[in-house]
């Protein structure tokens, strides 16, 4: 029930005393400066975890960081949250400043990974605490544990203890305690990350089902991009500190801004190749590996826009859009995985290790050591630059 907005936000962690190199000692020997971590950038001030991050998130929108470990994302839900002090910029919750905000003052709730709940209180208590601190009514407390415990089916649990339970119900009474407050905005930080992969497919349908039945802001992190891919409205995308990029989950999949997006977004990663980009009588190719291709319509339309040269490229084409052919790619089956209605055959093709999505019927496991021939649709290609990696059609 809240905009949020991030103006160029900004967190730079101050070097540890351990961190900071060490003057000249009596043999005039220097301690060598410490290693850079995870591609984040030092400056004097210390290491910045996340760089001018500039974020509208409608109300009621479900948005979701999504990156590698250290990439920033948990860092800045916890400045939304108040729990990190922001170095530089502006947050603003339903228009109002709030960077010297307490987090108890900041109407949000937070879900966390370990779930964080009072092991000698039962599931009841766990939810209701939030509400007994602020002395709401007994009566007014238990509707609303209840309201929440039917919405996340957990009404024959409210007596047990959290030991009592499963991993998957103790995440339930986690949100269960976070939405009894009807805060305006709700943090998950990573909160399937605990769960097994079955358990983490009904959680994920779980969360989906809550968002349609309460009204409020969702700002989600992960690093799967299955649960981004899958919940979000939005995604954002970050990697050492910046967003690469922001768009709807089909937006990214399908327009990936640079060979990270690209790489990251999509099960299994997308596929790449060196090639080239020729312009030829009006037309744009791009060849690889003794093939030609001519490229769709709309992507001849975006590169005119951009005037694009003629140029060397790093081609990217996703498994599922790699069509097994007489000529074309070359590549040698070095593993058959049979999928159910697909296999994933893992192909080494002039030193890279690529992935093909075929189907059982056009191949078996006794592909396994064959030499197979790759073609790929112009529509089905994607054109970074091989200078800064960024992609050529916008």
Do not use: W
Not at 67 to 76: A, V
Request: glycine share 6%; with cysteine.
């Amino acid at each position: 029930m809240a905009e949020v907005t991030l103006k160029n936000v900004k967190k730079v962690y101050p070097f540890r005393e351990t961190d900071k190199p060490k003057k000249k000692g009596l043999f005039k020997k220097t301690v060598e400066e410490p290693v850079r971590r995870n591609n984040l950038e030092r400056t004097a001030d210390g290491v910045v975890a996340v760089q001018e991050f500039n974020l509208d998130i409608k109300d009621k929108e479900f948005i979701v960081l999504v990156g590698p470990s250290g990439c920033g994302k948990s860092t800045t839900l916890r400045m939304v949250a108040g729990l990190e002090e922001i170095t530089s910029g502006e947050l603003y919750i339903d228009g109002k400043l709030v960077n010297s905000v307490e987090p108890k003052d900041r109407d949000i709730a937070m879900v966390f990974q370990n779930y964080a709940l009072y092991p000698h209180m039962s599931v009841y208590d766990n939810i209701a605490y939030s509400l007994k601190i602020k002395n709401t009514p007994k009566d007014v407390i238990d509707k609303k544990v209840r309201e929440a415990a039917e919405i996340l089916d957990i009404t024959d649990y409210l007596q047990r203890k959290p030991k009592a339970l499963s991993g998957g119900q103790r995440q339930r009474v986690a949100i269960g305690r976070a939405i009894v407050r009807n805060p305006k905005v709700l943090l998950m930080d990573e909160p399937l990350s605990n769960l097994d992969a079955k358990l983490r497919n009904q959680m994920r349908s779980e969360i989906i089902k809550l968002r349609k039945r309460i009204d409020t802001t969702f700002i989600y992190v992960t690093h799967d991009q299955t649960e981004a891919m899958t919940l979000g409205d939005r995604i954002v995308v970050m990697k050492d500190g910046f967003i690469q990029q922001i768009g709807t989950p089909q937006e990214v999949f399908d327009h990936p801004r640079n060979v990270f997006v690209a790489g990251f977004i999509g099960t299994p990663q997308m596929n790449f190749f060196d090639g080239e980009l020729i312009l030829k009588d009006g037309k744009y190719y791009v060849h690889t590996k003794g093939i030609t291709v001519e490229l769709s319509a709309e992507k001849q339309k975006r590169l005119r826009e951009h005037n694009v040269q003629p140029q060397e490229i790093t081609l990217g084409v996703r498994p599922e859009h790699l069509i097994l052919s007489d000529e074309g790619i070359e590549g040698t089956v070095d593993v058959s995985e049979l999928m159910g209605s697909s296999r994933h055959l893992h192909l080494n093709a002039d030193g890279k290790d690529i992935i093909v999505i075929a189907p059982t019927d056009e191949a078996d496991e006794s592909f396994n050591g064959k030499t197979v021939h790759l073609s790929f649709l112009g529509k089905s290609a994607h054109i970074f630059s091989r200078t800064d990696e960024t992609n050529l059609e916008y």
